[in-house]
Protein backbone atom coordinates (compact mmCIF):
# COMPACT_ATOMS: atom_id res chain seq x y z
CA UNK A 1 0.00 0.00 0.00
CA UNK A 2 1.33 3.48 -1.00
CA UNK A 3 2.23 5.16 2.79
CA UNK A 4 1.18 8.95 2.71
CA UNK A 5 2.62 9.83 5.72
CA UNK A 6 5.02 8.49 8.54
CA UNK A 7 5.56 9.72 12.36
CA UNK A 8 7.83 7.19 14.04
CA UNK A 9 5.50 3.84 14.61
CA UNK A 10 2.35 5.82 12.95
CA UNK A 11 2.12 4.94 9.26
CA UNK A 12 -1.02 6.37 7.44
CA UNK A 13 -1.78 4.70 3.86
CA UNK A 14 -3.65 6.45 1.09
CA UNK A 15 -6.00 3.77 0.73
CA UNK A 16 -6.73 3.86 4.64
CA UNK A 17 -6.97 7.73 4.15
CA UNK A 18 -9.33 7.49 1.47
CA UNK A 19 -11.65 4.77 2.92
CA UNK A 20 -11.93 7.46 6.50
CA UNK A 21 -12.74 9.88 4.09
CA UNK A 22 -15.19 8.17 2.57
CA UNK A 23 -16.88 7.36 5.50
CA UNK A 24 -16.73 10.41 6.83
CA UNK A 25 -18.59 12.00 3.45
CA UNK A 26 -21.13 8.96 3.04
CA UNK A 27 -21.89 9.08 7.14
CA UNK A 28 -22.74 13.26 6.79
CA UNK A 29 -25.12 12.19 3.75
CA UNK A 30 -26.87 9.27 5.82
CA UNK A 31 -27.40 11.38 8.59
CA UNK A 32 -29.05 13.81 6.57
CA UNK A 33 -31.23 11.49 4.71
CA UNK A 34 -32.15 9.75 8.44
CA UNK A 35 -33.31 12.77 9.70
CA UNK A 36 -35.70 13.21 6.61
CA UNK A 37 -37.13 9.65 7.96
CA UNK A 38 -37.50 10.87 11.13
CA UNK A 39 -34.32 8.48 12.70
CA UNK A 40 -32.42 10.78 14.94
CA UNK A 41 -28.45 11.41 14.40
CA UNK A 42 -27.43 9.00 17.46
CA UNK A 43 -29.10 5.75 16.19
CA UNK A 44 -27.46 6.50 12.76
CA UNK A 45 -24.53 6.92 14.14
CA UNK A 46 -24.89 3.72 15.63
CA UNK A 47 -25.80 1.63 12.99
CA UNK A 48 -23.11 3.24 10.45
CA UNK A 49 -20.26 2.20 13.37
CA UNK A 50 -21.73 -1.51 13.58
CA UNK A 51 -21.67 -1.76 9.62
CA UNK A 52 -18.34 -0.52 9.12
CA UNK A 53 -16.54 -2.76 12.28
CA UNK A 54 -18.94 -5.84 11.58
CA UNK A 55 -18.22 -5.10 7.52
CA UNK A 56 -14.29 -5.07 7.64
CA UNK A 57 -14.65 -8.19 10.20
CA UNK A 58 -16.42 -9.96 7.35
CA UNK A 59 -14.80 -9.01 4.66
CA UNK A 60 -11.59 -10.23 6.12
CA UNK A 61 -13.51 -13.44 6.74
CA UNK A 62 -14.71 -14.19 3.46
CA UNK A 63 -11.09 -13.29 1.95
CA UNK A 64 -9.72 -15.80 3.87
CA UNK A 65 -12.16 -18.25 3.21
CA UNK A 66 -13.20 -18.03 -0.20
CA UNK A 67 -9.72 -16.55 -1.86
CA UNK A 68 -6.60 -18.55 0.09
CA UNK A 69 -7.44 -20.60 3.18
CA UNK A 70 -5.09 -22.62 2.84
CA UNK A 71 -1.93 -19.86 3.22
CA UNK A 72 -3.94 -18.75 6.27
CA UNK A 73 -4.51 -21.95 7.84
CA UNK A 74 -1.07 -22.59 7.22
CA UNK A 75 0.12 -19.02 8.32
CA UNK A 76 -2.61 -17.83 11.24
CA UNK A 77 -0.80 -14.65 12.15
CA UNK A 78 -1.44 -13.68 9.02
CA UNK A 79 -4.44 -12.90 9.42
CA UNK A 80 -4.67 -10.05 11.58
CA UNK A 81 -2.38 -8.19 8.90
CA UNK A 82 -5.43 -6.53 7.21
CA UNK A 83 -3.26 -3.28 6.53
CA UNK A 84 -1.07 -5.76 3.93
CA UNK A 85 -4.30 -6.04 1.70
CA UNK A 86 -6.91 -8.84 1.48
CA UNK A 87 -10.56 -7.94 2.15
CA UNK A 88 -13.52 -9.32 0.29
CA UNK A 89 -16.56 -6.62 -0.59
CA UNK A 90 -19.23 -9.42 -0.58
CA UNK A 91 -18.13 -10.82 3.00
CA UNK A 92 -18.22 -7.22 3.97
CA UNK A 93 -21.60 -6.81 2.89
CA UNK A 94 -22.99 -9.83 4.35
CA UNK A 95 -21.88 -9.50 7.86
CA UNK A 96 -23.04 -5.47 7.89
CA UNK A 97 -26.08 -6.67 6.75
CA UNK A 98 -26.45 -9.27 9.80
CA UNK A 99 -25.52 -7.57 12.12
CA UNK A 100 -27.52 -4.13 11.02
CA UNK A 101 -30.37 -6.62 11.32
CA UNK A 102 -29.69 -7.71 14.62
CA UNK A 103 -29.57 -4.04 15.68
CA UNK A 104 -32.56 -2.98 14.43
CA UNK A 105 -34.47 -6.00 16.07
CA UNK A 106 -33.32 -5.01 19.03
CA UNK A 107 -33.88 -1.88 18.88
CA UNK A 108 -37.08 -2.26 17.67
CA UNK A 109 -36.50 -0.24 14.38
CA UNK A 110 -37.42 -0.78 11.29
CA UNK A 111 -34.70 -3.07 9.64
CA UNK A 112 -35.46 -1.93 5.96
CA UNK A 113 -36.18 1.78 6.48
CA UNK A 114 -32.58 1.76 7.63
CA UNK A 115 -31.46 -0.74 5.15
CA UNK A 116 -32.50 2.19 2.50
CA UNK A 117 -30.73 5.04 3.93
CA UNK A 118 -27.58 2.94 4.35
CA UNK A 119 -27.52 1.47 0.51
CA UNK A 120 -27.81 5.09 -0.15
CA UNK A 121 -24.24 5.81 1.37
CA UNK A 122 -22.97 2.70 0.27
CA UNK A 123 -21.79 3.27 -3.20
CA UNK A 124 -20.47 7.03 -2.29
CA UNK A 125 -18.44 5.14 0.49
CA UNK A 126 -17.02 2.71 -1.48
CA UNK A 127 -16.23 5.24 -4.66
CA UNK A 128 -14.63 7.37 -2.75
CA UNK A 129 -12.38 4.89 -0.45
CA UNK A 130 -11.73 2.71 -3.86
CA UNK A 131 -9.34 5.67 -5.13
CA UNK A 132 -7.09 4.56 -2.73
CA UNK A 133 -6.88 1.47 -3.75
CA UNK A 134 -3.64 -0.18 -5.01
CA UNK A 135 -5.41 -3.51 -6.48
CA UNK A 136 -4.79 -3.07 -10.17
CA UNK A 137 -6.14 -4.86 -13.45
CA UNK A 138 -5.05 -7.19 -15.28
CA UNK A 139 -2.45 -6.02 -17.98
CA UNK A 140 -4.10 -4.70 -21.07
CA UNK A 141 -4.08 -6.10 -24.15
CA UNK A 142 -4.01 -3.39 -26.30
CA UNK A 143 -2.56 0.02 -25.03
CA UNK A 144 -5.58 2.35 -24.22
CA UNK A 145 -5.01 6.67 -22.95
CA UNK A 146 -6.06 6.15 -19.40
CA UNK A 147 -3.96 2.47 -18.70
CA UNK A 148 -1.71 2.36 -15.66
CA UNK A 149 1.49 1.63 -15.74
CA UNK A 150 2.33 -0.79 -12.59
CA UNK A 151 6.06 -2.56 -12.56
CA UNK A 152 6.84 -1.54 -15.92
CA UNK A 153 3.29 -3.27 -17.25
CA UNK A 154 0.31 -1.15 -18.50
CA UNK A 155 -3.11 -2.20 -16.45
CA UNK A 156 -6.21 -1.72 -16.34
CA UNK A 157 -7.16 0.88 -14.08
CA UNK A 158 -9.88 -1.19 -12.24
CA UNK A 159 -10.29 1.18 -9.66
CA UNK A 160 -11.27 3.54 -11.38
CA UNK A 161 -14.12 1.36 -13.34
CA UNK A 162 -15.31 0.82 -10.26
CA UNK A 163 -15.72 4.10 -8.37
CA UNK A 164 -17.58 5.81 -12.09
CA UNK A 165 -19.92 3.24 -11.75
CA UNK A 166 -19.86 3.45 -8.01
CA UNK A 167 -20.57 7.10 -7.98
CA UNK A 168 -23.49 6.52 -10.97
CA UNK A 169 -25.18 4.11 -8.45
CA UNK A 170 -24.89 6.39 -5.50
CA UNK A 171 -27.29 9.69 -7.84
CA UNK A 172 -29.71 7.09 -9.50
CA UNK A 173 -30.57 5.85 -5.42
CA UNK A 174 -30.41 9.15 -4.40
CA UNK A 175 -32.61 10.30 -6.89
CA UNK A 176 -34.96 6.97 -6.28
CA UNK A 177 -35.09 7.55 -2.85
CA UNK A 178 -38.20 10.24 -3.73
CA UNK A 179 -40.08 7.96 -5.89
CA UNK A 180 -39.15 4.74 -4.29
CA UNK A 181 -42.79 2.19 -4.02
CA UNK A 182 -41.40 0.20 -0.66
CA UNK A 183 -39.37 0.51 2.50
CA UNK A 184 -36.45 -1.87 1.16
CA UNK A 185 -36.57 -1.08 -2.24
CA UNK A 186 -33.32 0.67 -2.22
CA UNK A 187 -31.45 -1.83 -0.50
CA UNK A 188 -32.90 -4.43 -2.85
CA UNK A 189 -31.64 -2.25 -6.04
CA UNK A 190 -27.90 -1.58 -4.08
CA UNK A 191 -27.43 -5.13 -3.73
CA UNK A 192 -28.50 -6.10 -6.88
CA UNK A 193 -26.46 -2.99 -8.85
CA UNK A 194 -23.40 -3.31 -6.57
CA UNK A 195 -22.82 -7.12 -7.90
CA UNK A 196 -23.74 -6.30 -11.39
CA UNK A 197 -20.90 -3.64 -11.17
CA UNK A 198 -18.66 -6.22 -9.06
CA UNK A 199 -19.07 -8.42 -11.87
CA UNK A 200 -18.21 -6.28 -14.51
CA UNK A 201 -15.07 -5.02 -12.97
CA UNK A 202 -14.16 -8.33 -12.41
CA UNK A 203 -13.33 -9.10 -15.56
CA UNK A 204 -10.40 -6.97 -15.57
CA UNK A 205 -9.27 -7.66 -12.02
CA UNK A 206 -6.96 -10.71 -11.28
CA UNK A 207 -8.19 -13.31 -8.68
CA UNK A 208 -8.67 -16.79 -8.81
CA UNK A 209 -11.19 -18.38 -11.33
CA UNK A 210 -13.59 -21.49 -11.24
CA UNK A 211 -14.53 -21.76 -14.93
CA UNK A 212 -13.73 -19.78 -18.18
CA UNK A 213 -13.13 -16.04 -17.23
CA UNK A 214 -15.45 -16.35 -13.93
CA UNK A 215 -14.09 -16.09 -10.71
CA UNK A 216 -15.30 -16.66 -7.44
CA UNK A 217 -15.89 -12.69 -6.86
CA UNK A 218 -18.86 -13.70 -9.73
CA UNK A 219 -20.16 -16.27 -7.91
CA UNK A 220 -20.31 -14.60 -5.16
CA UNK A 221 -21.98 -11.69 -6.85
CA UNK A 222 -24.47 -14.09 -8.67
CA UNK A 223 -25.66 -15.16 -5.50
CA UNK A 224 -26.22 -11.70 -4.58
CA UNK A 225 -28.31 -10.87 -7.32
CA UNK A 226 -30.67 -13.97 -7.04
CA UNK A 227 -31.20 -12.84 -3.64
CA UNK A 228 -31.80 -9.87 -4.30
CA UNK A 229 -34.09 -10.41 -7.35
CA UNK A 230 -35.77 -13.14 -4.70
CA UNK A 231 -36.18 -10.41 -1.63
CA UNK A 232 -37.42 -8.05 -4.47
CA UNK A 233 -40.41 -9.74 -5.40
CA UNK A 234 -41.32 -10.26 -2.02
CA UNK A 235 -41.49 -7.11 -0.48
CA UNK A 236 -42.66 -5.89 -3.83
CA UNK A 237 -46.09 -8.17 -2.96
CA UNK A 238 -45.94 -7.41 1.07
CA UNK A 239 -45.94 -4.11 0.46
CA UNK A 240 -49.37 -2.68 -1.35
CA UNK A 241 -49.57 1.02 1.14
CA UNK A 242 -48.21 3.34 -0.26
CA UNK A 243 -44.97 4.68 0.86
CA UNK A 244 -45.00 8.17 2.42
CA UNK A 245 -43.04 10.49 0.49
CA UNK A 246 -40.16 12.27 1.66
CA UNK A 247 -39.43 15.88 3.37
CA UNK A 248 -37.38 18.04 1.33
CA UNK A 249 -37.30 18.87 -2.68
CA UNK A 250 -35.76 16.16 -4.95
CA UNK A 251 -32.05 16.64 -6.69
CA UNK A 252 -32.90 18.05 -9.73
CA UNK A 253 -31.58 15.89 -12.93
CA UNK A 254 -28.65 18.60 -14.46
CA UNK A 255 -27.36 19.26 -10.57
CA UNK A 256 -27.20 15.48 -10.40
CA UNK A 257 -25.45 15.37 -13.22
CA UNK A 258 -23.08 18.18 -12.87
CA UNK A 259 -22.16 16.52 -8.96
CA UNK A 260 -21.69 13.30 -10.71
CA UNK A 261 -19.33 14.37 -13.06
CA UNK A 262 -17.39 16.31 -10.77
CA UNK A 263 -16.60 13.93 -8.31
CA UNK A 264 -15.87 11.57 -11.01
CA UNK A 265 -13.23 13.91 -12.51
CA UNK A 266 -11.67 15.01 -8.53
CA UNK A 267 -11.98 11.21 -7.87
CA UNK A 268 -9.86 10.73 -11.18
CA UNK A 269 -7.22 13.29 -10.58
CA UNK A 270 -6.32 12.40 -7.34
CA UNK A 271 -6.31 8.67 -8.42
CA UNK A 272 -3.69 9.13 -11.10
CA UNK A 273 -1.60 11.75 -9.67
CA UNK A 274 -1.05 9.43 -6.46
CA UNK A 275 -1.43 6.22 -8.29
CA UNK A 276 -0.42 7.25 -11.90
Given at each position: ?K?????????I???G????I??V?A???A?????????N??T???????V?T?????????Y??FY????YF??????F?I?????????GIF???L????Y???RK?SF?K??????MA?P??Q?????G??????????????G??Y????VH??Q?Y?FV???I?????WR?????KF??????I?L????I?R?IV???????V?W???????L??L???V?G??L?N?LLK?????LDGIS?EQIK?????????????????I??????
Amino acid sequence: MKEIISIGPIHIYFFGMMIAIGMVIAGAFAIKQAEKRGINEDTILNVILLVVTSGIIGARLFYILFYNPAFYFNNPSQIFKIYEGGLSIHGGIFTAILVGYLYCKKRKISFFKMADIIAMALPLAQGIGRVGCDVFGKPMINPLPWGINYGGILVHPAQVYEFVLDYILFIFLWRRSYKQKFEGELFVIYLISFSIIRGIVEFFRINPVIWGPFSISHLLSLGLIVIGLILYNFLLKRNTKKLDGISGEQIKLLPSIVLLVTLIIISMIIFYTVQG
